[in-house]
């Protein structure tokens, strides 16, 4: 058992070998790439001065993301967090809602609905998604759920409203966005979806992101293309663009030189610099995309002849950008999931488990959940692979 399981280690190291053509030295799960315009357009911004909160990069960057997406207005913020605190409360969250999030994603998800003062609620994964599973929301809300003559729904349990109802496309999968829109529809819930690792992906035709009332995307370091820290949220409703704009713009009234705010506002905006950095990461995403999906085409390829892990490929009826590349081991199984991790740790490969489900966090052990058996098991089943667009760079 002991030398099967060492083994497997190390057949995961050879095809990690293989795809990437790499052999010593390091390589990082996601490394940013700078082949474009990026030294050109941050120079422009020191040469000018141009560097803190105004310039024509940031009004750039939101017209070339809204027309990238087709999201109709993009707003664009200091990360992908500040992006989703600000949609929820413009989607009508408010202390002591609750709101709906997948156990199975990046804590800032949760620690966004606590900004509101809000309540996370845990909702179950779909296992071929990653992502929030439709019809279990259907059937814990058919459970759970009470319709008040204010029109709202609540939680019978808890008393609370529940306001939303955050997406998260997990790696770049699309969630099932149909089933989903179908059940929000039947029970009123605004949708805010987490599209911070999904630029670039599509459900149906539909870039992720423009599907709810608002959506967030993410700019780190470590994303399809970087602002260094950046964010955005998308929306198709004017009014609520120029909402998010104010709040994320310390809510200051326009004068030349008055300081008037007229509510509690955010610190929020990009700085010109960093989308300057993005401006020009943009212009070369189509390129990355074609470039990770090739990579995640020979993962899938060499994948196969592997026993005992299966390559994830995007889910019927989407287009993934394939942000992160995963196995899935077929049952969960801490001890080897961390023995694969050391090994391709010892040849440099840096891979990395999925997080750790937020309803097992301290501080979010307490908030209402359903049953949550498909993302504790998955949490035993996944390793992310390198998956940055450079490695295939010199190839193609
Ligand atoms: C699912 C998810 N939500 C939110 C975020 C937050 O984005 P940021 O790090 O830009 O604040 C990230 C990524 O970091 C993420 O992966």
Known sequence: METARRSLGTEIVEVIRRVTGQAGGTLPLHEPEFSGNEWTYVKECIDTGWVSSAGRFVDRLERDLAAYTDSGYAVAVVNGTAALHVALLLAGVEPDHE?????????????????????????EVDPLTLGLDPQRLHEHLRTI???????????????????????????????????????????????????????????????????????????????????GGGGAILTKDKKLAEWAKHLTTTAKLPHPWEYRHDSVGFNYRMPNLNAALGCAQLERLPDFLARKRELAERY??????????????????????????????????????????????????LTRPIWTPLHLLPMYADCPRMALNVTEELAGRIINLPSGPSILREEL
């Open 145 to 227: 759920g009470e319709r008040k003559t204010d029109g709202g729904l609540y939680n019978r349990h808890t008393g609370r409203r529940i306001q939303a109802v955050v997406p998260m496309h997990t790696f770049g999968h699309p969630v099932n966005m149909d089933a989903l829109l179908e059940v929000c529809d039947d029970y009123g819930l605004t949708i805010v979806e987490d599209a911070a690792e999904s630029l670039g992906s599509k459900y149906k035709g539909t870039h992720t992101g423009t599907f709810g009332k608002l959506g967030a995307l993410s700019f780190n370091g470590n994303k399809v293309v970087t602002t």
């Open 99 to 123: 709101v709906l999030i997948p156990s199975l994603s990046f804590v800032a998800t949760a620690n966004a609905v606590s900004y509101c003062r809000a309540v996370p609620h845990f909702v």
């Open 300 to 349: 899938r390829q060499e994948f196969e002849s592997v026993d005992g892990v299966s390559f994830l490929v995007e889910p019927a009826h989407a287009e993934s950008n394939y942000w992160l590349n995963a196995i899935l081991l077929p049952q969960p199984d801490f001890r080897l999931r961390d023995e694969i991790l050391q090994a391709t740790h010892r040849h440099g490969f």
